[in-house]
Nanobody, 122 residues
Framework: QVTLVESGGGLVQAGDSLRLSCAAS????????MGWFRQAPGKEREFVAA????????LNSDSVKGRFTISRYNAESTVTLQMNGLKPEDTAVYYC???????????????WGQGTQVTVSS
């Protein structure tokens, strides 16, 4: 059983940056593809970014491409999401997730964190 705990959310202004972190425990972190998803009020959960188990390849959604960067640190069992140029439409609860498949689909992710709130004011 893998436990994921997110941190780093908060209230910021448009144009600011935030760095989310996700700490994993209870499994072999380096086996898993790690992803970030987000869910805004009244909307479905949305893929944000994913990184392969080695960290060499990443996927990003079009909505965050060029602004958000996913990274992982296998020695520390941690994955981060650096968010620059934040916009009000980035407001959501952000979730860290783990899977053995390299995928944008939330259905393929087996383990989820509790989420961290990001609010961007205009």
């Amino acid at each position: 059983q893998v436990t994921l705990v997110e941190s780093g959310g908060g209230l910021v202004q448009a144009g600011d940056s935030l760095r989310l972190s996700c700490a994993a425990s209870g499994g072999t972190f380096s086996r898993f593809v790690m992803g970030w998803f987000r869910q805004a009020p009244g909307k479905e959960r949305e893929f944000v970014a994913a990184v392969t188990s080695s960290g060499y390849s990443t996927l990003n959604s079009d909505s965050v491409k060029g602004r958000f960067t996913i990274s992982r640190y296998n020695a520390e069992s941690t994955v981060t999401l650096q968010m620059n140029g934040l916009k009000p439409e980035d407001t959501a609860v952000y979730y860290c997730a783990a899977t053995t498949s390299y995928s944008r689909s939330s259905a393929t992710y087996d383990y989820w964190g509790q989420g961290t709130q990001v609010t961007v004011s205009s």
